[in-house]
């Protein structure tokens, strides 16, 4: 099992930044990638970012391109991402995810392909 905590949401005007940060414990080893995902209310869960334990591969959604970045300190089991020209549309609850095996998964982007949830941060950015 992993354990995923996020931190970092808040309350922002639209063109701040904020990090969000999520911390892993457990069985880590077994995991080889991990992703954030956001869900805006009345919407489906939708892939930001996602980037991989070992070699540090990122991967992001074209609505996140150039805004947000996605990093990984491996010796805290910490995983980031830094958000950048925040806009209104970007509110959403965000949730870190880690898959349960070797590889990043060919579907990065697809959420049941992440085995283990953290519980969820909120981000709201006013216009």
């Known amino acids: 099992q992993v354990q995923l905590v996020e931190s970092g949401g808040g309350l922002v005007q639209a063109g701040e930044s904020l990090r969000l940060s999520c911390a892993a414990s457990g069985r880590t080893f077994g995991s080889s990638a991990m992703g954030w995902f956001r869900q805006a209310p009345g919407k489906e869960r939708e892939f930001v970012a996602c980037i991989s334990w070992s070699v540090k591969s990122t991967y992001y959604a074209d609505s996140v391109k150039g805004r947000f970045t996605i990093s990984i300190d491996n010796a805290k089991n910490t995983v980031y991402l830094q958000m950048n020209s925040l806009q209104p549309e970007d509110t959403a609850v965000y949730y870190c995810?880690?898959?349960?095996?070797?590889?990043?998964?060919?579907?990065?982007?697809?959420?049941?392909?992440?085995?283990?949830w953290g519980q969820g941060t909120q981000v709201t950015v006013s216009s």
């Open positions: 995810a880690a898959n349960d095996g070797p590889r990043v998964p060919r579907y990065y982007y697809v959420a049941h392909n992440y085995e283990y």
